[in-house]
Nanobody
Framework: QVQLVESGGGLVRAGGSLELSCAGS????????MGWFRQAPGKEREFVAT????????YYADSVKGRFTISRDNAKNTVYLRMNSLKPEDTAVYYC?????????????????WGQGTQVTVSS
């Protein structure tokens, strides 16, 4: 099992940027793909971005493509989500998660371990 702790959330104006971090524990962190999901009030959790175990392959939801960048540093057991050109509709609790596979995964059932989430609020 991998324990995950997100940080970096906050309040930002539309057009601004934030970078989320997710620190993981456990020796197997680097062997799994990682993902970011988000859940807005009254809505279901949705996929945001995923990255392969090596960092060489990434996938994004259409809604964030070109604005968000996922990356990872396996030496630090950390995955990042850089969010630029933020919009009010990006407001949500953001969760990082560890996949059950080494290749990118976009479905929540493909993830075993989840962080507690970090709030991102974008004002208009």
């Amino acid at each position: 099992q991998v324990q995950l702790v997100e940080s970096g959330g906050g309040l930002v104006r539309a057009g601004g940027s934030l970078e989320l971090s997710c620190a993981g524990s456990g020796r197997t962190f680097s062997t799994y793909a990682m993902g970011w999901f988000r859940q807005a009030p009254g809505k279901e959790r949705e996929f945001v971005a995923t990255i392969s175990w090596s960092g060489g392959i990434t996938y994004y939801a259409d809604s964030v493509k070109g604005r968000f960048t996922i990356s990872r540093d396996n030496a630090k057991n950390t995955v990042y989500l850089r969010m630029n050109s933020l919009k009010p509709e990006d407001t949500a609790v953001y969760y990082c998660a560890r996949s059950t596979r080494s290749t990118p995964a976009a479905r929540s059932y493909e993830y075993d371990d989840w962080g507690q989430g970090t709030q991102v609020t974008v004002s208009s």
